[in-house]
């Protein structure tokens, strides 16, 4: 059986019963980062501007957004990571031996501010869960392969997905001037009376007739980085 990767999976799920709820209302369904430029006072042309700033997060080659911007950003996002629990490691490797033992998590955690001996404690516990051979020693390879085990990460690919879900022509490539067609659309959902400006009343109004994609990701207590 095929197995999803966590990210993949929750994103389905969210767009999912996203496009399951705008279909039950009706409502047109928008990436929230294309909805969350949206403020009362807004100038379409000052809008528009800002649009091709959330392609480019993704479209390093400026050939339009696809699938393998997003994968190359996932990529990314799994490197800093692992470079965000290397760091953490090596932050609490106070003799500089490649191992972490319980009481080098203990000497690092008593040194934070407001540290109670239940919060070290619990700090021991969580850093020492990944020691998974219970020799009583972490060590890199045994902290990096739980950081990117534990879902510990922040969004990035889904928005991305959302996106390209906007393609108009299904081609796999969604350009620049198609998300700007999009957006002037979008605005004009908002702009009711196409004066080209969006009012406090038209923002409130125009915020119930769509659907906003959002991505909520997990969070697990128990992941060594921060």
Do not use: W
Not at 4 to 19: H, I, R, V
Not at 109 to 129: K, P
Not at 160 to 187: C, R, V, W, Y
Request: charged share 25%; hydrophobic share 35%; net charge negative.
């Amino acid at each position: 059986m095929l197995k999803l990767p966590l990210t993949a999976t929750l994103l389905s799920l969210t767009l999912y019963t996203g496009a399951t709820a705008a279909v039950a209302d009706k409502r047109p369904v928008y990436p929230a980062s294309l909805v969350n430029e949206l403020r009362p006072g807004n100038e379409l042309a000052d809008y528009l501007n800002i649009i091709p700033r959330l392609l480019e997060r993704f479209d390093r080659d400026d050939n339009g957004l696809d699938a393998r911007d997003i994968a190359l950003s996932e990529q990314k996002a799994q490197a800093q990571i692992r470079a965000n629990a290397a760091s953490q490691f090596l932050r609490m490797d106070l003799d500089g031996d490649n191992k972490v033992t319980r009481q080098e998590v203990s000497d690092t955690s008593a040194q934070r501010q407001h540290s109670t001996q239940a919060l070290i404690d619990n700090q021991v516990r969580r850093a020492m869960r990944d020691d998974k051979n219970g020799d009583g020693v972490l060590t890199l390879s045994e902290a990096l392969a739980s950081a990117e085990a534990h879902g510990c990460r922040r969004p990035t690919a889904d928005f991305g997905e959302q996106l390209l879900a906007l393609d108009p022509g299904k081609n796999g490539h969604l350009t620049s001037a198609e998300l700007s067609t999009i957006a002037t659309g979008l605005f004009k959902t908002y702009d009711s009376n196409s004066d080209g400006v969006i009012s406090t009343k038209e923002y409130e109004t125009g915020r119930t007739l769509v659907h906003i994609a959002t991505f909520t990701p997990p969070t697990n207590p128990d992941c060594l980085m921060r």
